[in-house]
């Protein structure tokens, strides 16, 4: 059973442009959950989609974006790319929400120049 | 602040030593969960707990929820090198809405000397 997928692994962008990063959940789970990690931050709760539906947000600004698609894939996206919005970013998948445990993608390194 | 505390930050050990990870939250747990993360990787879940006094085992890896629900430690017996990794503990929470959602301590880094 394939895990979940993230790409891409690895993006570099400058200040002021956009990024988009996505996720393939597990074969069956419906629920996707966006994480940011950072060295001072630890591991930070982004949003959650859910039937294609946002169902938890975390305190980031409208910056941060996401959607799923009816195949319960999801993408995220930054506009105005900030120097501190370089991180790892990661996706987990369950079955559904509230349901643990997730599991976690690879996630993308995002550099902000 | 922070929502789950680990202790300790980092730890350096023997190859063959024992050691404990601790993970601490202010309020009462209702779902604990230990994650391995290799530098740069994702997180590997390794295990959950639910009931006061639970307790699992993985191997050599031990993981025990307090009575009170409000701490929780990881247990490795006779350390090696493939334990080295960053431990997490995460935790459901419930958030102003009512919905849950997942927080994270900050990790414990860990070294396991040959």
């Known amino acids: 059973k394939a895990g979940v997928t993230q790409t891409p692994r690895y993006l570099i962008k400058t200040r002021g442009q956009q990024v988009t990063l996505s996720c393939s959940p597990i074969s069956g789970h419906r629920s996707v959950s966006w994480y940011q990690q950072t060295p001072g931050q630890g591991l930070q709760f982004l949003f959650e989609y859910f039937s294609e539906t946002q169902r938890n947000k975390g305190n980031f600004p409208g910056r941060f974006s996401g959607r799923q698609f009816s195949n319960s894939r999801s993408e995220m996206n930054v506009s105005t790319l900030e120097l501190g919005d370089s991180a790892l970013y990661l996706c987990a998948s369950s079955i559904r929400s509230g349901t643990q445990p997730q599991h976690f993608g690879d996630g993308t390194r995002l550099s902000i120049l | 602040s922070q929502e789950l505390e680990q202790s300790p930050q980092s730890l350096i050990v023997q190859e063959g030593k024992n050691l404990t990870i601790n993970c601490t939250s202010s309020k009462t747990l209702y779902g604990l969960y230990w994650y391995k993360q290799k530098y740069g990787e994702g997180l590997i879940f390794l295990m959950m707990?639910?009931?006061?006094?639970e307790e699992k085992s993985h191997e050599k890896i031990t993981a025990k929820l307090d009575e009170k629900k409000q701490q929780s430690s990881l247990h490795i017996t006779a350390s090696q090198p493939s334990h080295a990794g960053i431990y997490l503990c995460g935790a459901d929470i419930l958030t102003q809405g009512g919905s849950e959602k997942l927080v994270f301590g900050k990790g414990t880094k860990l070294t396991v000397n040959p």
């Open positions: 707990l639910q009931k006061g006094g």
